[in-house]
């Protein structure tokens, strides 16, 4: 069965810091990986989409590693902001008409 | 922001009533999904649309049926709530050039309680 999974499913960072947050997956056969972010109450915003053929992907600082081999990715943000407390999820394309998505972290950065 | 809209945003209503909810696109986009949003399960898919009158399950599709006449509408409808069904519902919208690979984008959700 194809799955995605996140841990931890809750940090808490003090603002400043540069964090890491995780995503694995159980078929390295993807076509692409997505990161989103959703806050509280409202939809899924899209962050960045990362190619089976990339190695990573950056907007701002955001930065987003994929390594198939080891069924990895990694959401690398530099210089955490209270804003950028909300839940982060992956999501993977697996070539099956659909999205499979992790369960989220539930991100919570400290002023 | 993707021009999505959901609705209603809000809906209470009593086990064995049928409910359409409604996801209206301005994108022009091919593909439309529909999620349900539990705790602990994530987001997982009911069904989904590749062009009009173009339909399929996913993986929670039991209770679930949609259509979709026009490009721009996705409906989906429960013909008989029931209390299971409670969850937070999202629409999405792709448009591929090859395959499924370009990002999906949501709308803001309809929280629907069943009682």
């Known amino acids: 069965k194809q799955e995605v999974t996140q841990i931890p499913a809750a940090l808490s960072v003090p603002e400043g810091e540069n964090l890491v947050l995780n995503c694995s997956f159980t078929?390295?056969?993807?076509?692409?990986l997505q990161w989103f972010r959703q806050d509280p109450g409202k939809g899924l915003t899209s962050l960045l989409l990362?190619?089976?053929?990339?190695r990573e992907q950056t907007s701002g600082r955001l930065n987003a590693s994929l390594d198939k081999s080891s069924g990895r990715s990694t959401l690398y943000i530099a210089a955490s902001q209270p804003g950028d407390s909300a839940t982060y999820l992956c999501a993977v394309y697996f070539g099956n008409e659909k999205l499979t998505f992790g369960t989220g972290t539930r991100l919570t950065i400290i002023p | 922001d993707a021009g999505i809209t959901q609705s209603p945003r809000h809906k209470v209503t009593e086990t064995g009533t049928p409910v359409t909810l409604r996801c209206h696109q301005t994108?022009?986009?091919?593909?439309m999904y529909w999620y349900r949003q539990d705790p602990g399960h994530g987001l997982r898919l009911i069904h989904y649309?590749?062009?009009?009158?173009?339909?399929d399950k996913g993986e929670v599709s039991d209770g679930y049926s949609v259509s979709r006449s026009k490009t721009e509408d996705f409906l989906l409808t429960l013909e008989s709530a029931t209390s299971s069904q409670t969850s937070v519902y999202f629409c999405a919208i792709s448009e591929p050039d090859r395959g499924s690979n370009q990002p999906q984008h949501f709308g803001d959700g309809t929280r629907l309680s069943i009682l």
């Open positions: 078929d390295s056969a993807i076509y692409n």
């Open positions: 990362i190619q089976s053929s990339q």
């Open positions: 649309s590749y062009g009009v009158k173009d339909t």
């Open positions: 994108e022009n986009h091919r593909y």
